[in-house]
């Protein structure tokens, strides 16, 4: 009989080890989300609930880039990769650990933490 698997609490968060300020909406709902990059930085990033996962993915090119032909995915705290397109508020991610990894070619190897 199949059972549901129980929700994955969420993890308390690391120490920051930077910050990075983003142009936010002050009418808007600020959200701070932990971007852990490839080489392993804890990075505070407070952005409106409304930004989308793609343009935590641009802050996370821009603080370590890849070299072409590499992609990096971003997974949330339950191990899932999120997708671009998605709000912060709708991956539900606020307050949590966001992981970068980086594809390294069709072998499927992964870089990250």
Known sequence: ????????PRPALQEDTHAVQVD??????IVKVQLVTIDGRRVRVELNA???IGDLKAIAHTLAPVSPGMRMRLYDYRGRELDTAQTIE???IEGTAV???VDVGPSGAMLGF
């Open 24 to 29: 936010v909406n002050p009418d808007l709902p």
């Open 1 to 8: 009989m199949w059972e549901p698997k129980p929700e994955v």
């Open 99 to 101: 992981r970068c990894d």
């Open 90 to 92: 709708a991956a539900e």
């Open 50 to 52: 409304q930004h989308r």
